[in-house]
């Protein structure tokens, strides 16, 4: 019996859906069919209309989807209810989902410093400069899709799902539709909303690549046709088909109306094969509007609402044929056995080195937290363009296969910054990966400016799980330190600092480290002239400075969620040096000054923390505290200079707002900061900071001085401004002052630093 006919029938003479099945006791039960369609985020409305069908007490028995609609059927279909699906479109970071932005606190330690500090970044290919790549690679969604899919871990078939499922995509080197009926489901949503010119292709073997299913058939009835449904419900969120020219009146409108007429056309004809019809009043949105999803969540419910009648006669009419038994829902599980691990696709990259990053034990159970958190690990290293997983049957648990995109072994990346107090500057910088030997990096970064600074860095990964790094690491600055007397700038210090660091390094994880090392350190001052002429005893010298070997250690911690403006996590770093029986550099401005100060070993210690608390994604309290202690009194050139804005600090400079770079300097110091940052929206943000500092040449003093609260040794500092994260790099500007003067100081800042 033609079941879709007697329903159509019946609808139109009564209100009424299918014919009673007292009537036709060896009627069998009318199979619904679901279909939602692409869209983009209008794909979102899927989630409100699937509330109101739940409401109604339909369940469907199969679901077909295409692009968005792939993702909201296909969760449904392995069991989300449309209330879980509601809190995910809510909670869902769509902005960085939608994105290849990797959040800063999945960045590996040892990267981060330079991570997104450069405005240009330009891959080494065959010793040729090359293009980076414009489309999107999705791996924020693509791990997304994974981490809700894994419940469907040993269901291959979707057809064993509790609702059977199929989506499409378009093969676009033959130009045809692609059911997903089996396989890894995240892939096969992934695949069906690669959107052309936005996400890069899907490869589901050497020779399908797979796009965006809309091309070709953006309302996939016909599947869900050939899957046995007699009853159609499908949800339209897609292109308009009536528009006008004032709606092509941009080259991106028109070639994407270009390129999704032949899904356009298919759609009319797929539509004639639908019973109940749901299209959201979709007008005011577009495929790109995310930031609406709870607005378009509640259009598919308006929808969905204003045909409640008919889908509850539907309802009550398919409960005339007994009540039917929900499926049984797909559960997370507890924990997966890994039976052996594959990596595909390695071309610069030994298999080691990425088992050793991901850290997972082959013949061991290990949990979707901890497979997920070694993904991350071994994205967070930077080597690829993009990582998926899939998990095959092998033995008594499963191979886990890693497909991988390497970046190029070598790249160069420039930026360019200014600030009133160092000026303009270009920053270069030339990597590579795997120089000389395997499991390595070489990095050489230079700031082009009128204070040049230079670094040099070499490690290697080592270890069975690769978390320990043999490195080189080698910095030169030329600097000047101004030198003020009552708030007035007098003079000025030129300083040359070098160091060589051989260090062991320890990643404890992504977002803390451990180094110890050997180091020879140089560091030499340089009084310009008129230092000279009004403090001719104190600075008789050309150049004073000292040279030697010691050791070093540092902790390190960054769990920020952005280095420029951060509103959530912490960063700390302890750092310890002793350097044993230096050298003096000391050329006086007479050869017949015959007295030499004598210097001993010395050591040095300096710890600074931050930590930001976000309220509402508005608010953000920033608290600090740093010091600095040194039993060196005497090398002017290893003493803290603090003052001036956090942008482009270098080595001994502490920030604090109230004073210019340089106005206090000693060799102990202790500072604590308070301060209220207002977000009115993305990379933007008003700052207002408070901090206090005290200091001194000797230890013991600065210790008194804080247990007495000595009030005429603390200075207060207060400060306000703006920041702005352009392209181009952060733009600064901020004004302070103290409670020792009266004078306003400002602080300039735009592009990266080094």
Known sequence: MNFRFIYIAMTLMSGISLVSPAQNPVQERPKVGLVLSGGGAKGLAHIGVLQVLEKAGIQPDYISGTSMGSIVGGLYAIGYTAEELSQLNRNADWNTLLSDNIPMKNIAMDEKEEFNQYMIELPLKDRRIGLPAGLLEGQNLSMFLSELTWRTIGFEDFNSFPYPFVCNGTEIINGEIIEFRSGDLARAMRASMAIPSVFSPVQIDSSKVVVDGGIIRNFPVEEVRKMGADIVIGVYTGFKENITSDDLSSLDR????????????????????????????LVNFSSTDFSKNIEIEEAGVKAAEELYSKLK?????????????????????????????????????????????????ENDYITKEELFAAFDRLFG????????????????????????????????????????????????????????LSNTKFTVVADLSKYPQARLYYCKYIGMHKNFLAASDNYYESNEIPVYLEANRIGYFSQQHFTSDLLIKYSINLNQQLGFGVLFEYSAVYPDKAMQEFFPDEF?????????????????????????????????????????????????????????????????????????????????????????????????????????????????HISFAGYDLGEFVASNFIKAKFGMNY??????????????????????????????FDKESLTLGYGGGLTYNTPLGPLNMFVSGNNKDGKIRWHFNMGFNF
């Open 254 to 281: 028109i070639l994407t109306r270009s390129s999704a007429l032949y899904g356009i056309n298919d759609t009319r004809a797929q539509e004639k094969l639908v019973d109940i019809m749901i299209m959201p009043d």
């Open 679 to 708: 977000r009115p929206f993305n990379n933007f943000q008003f700052e207002l900071l408070f901090n206090a500092l005290l200091g001194s040449n000797r230890f013991e003093d600065l210790i008194q001085s804080a247990l007495l």
């Open 381 to 436: 290293a930077l080597y690829f363009e993009k990582l998926t997983y899939r998990l095959t049957h092998e033995g008594m648990g499963y191979r886990l296969i890693l497909d991988v995109r390497e970046k190029p072994v070598s790249s160069i990346k420039a930026s360019v910054h200014y600030d009133n107090l160092y000026g303009a500057g270009l920053i270069v910088n030339f990597t590579n990966k795997n120089f000389l």
């Open 313 to 361: 006669a539907l309802a009550d009419s398919l409960d005339g044929y007994g009540n039917k038994e929900k499926p049984s829902m797909l559960y997370d599980k507890d924990s997966i056995f890994i039976e052996s691990i594959q990596v595909n696709n390695l071309k610069f990259l030994e298999a080691d080195l990425v088992k050793g990053i991901l850290d997972v034990s």
């Open 540 to 652: 008789n010298y050309k150049r004073y400075g000292f040279h030697g070997f010691g050791l070093s250690g540092y902790y390190k911690l960054n769990t920020l969620d952005n280095m420029f403006i951060p509103s959530q996590g912490s960063a700390a770093t302890l750092f310890l040096k002793g350097i044993y029986s230096p050298d003096l550099d000391l050329k006086y401005l007479s050869d017949t000054i015959q007295s030499r100060p004598s210097i001993n070993s010395f050591g040095k210690l300096q710890f600074d923390y931050d930590n930001y608390v976000s309220l509402r994604n508005k608010f953000i309290f920033n608290t600090g505290l740093s010091f600095g202690l040194s039993d060196d009194e005497l090398l002017t050139s290893d003493y803290f200079f603090v003052g001036g804005y956090k942008n482009n600090l270098r080595r001994n």
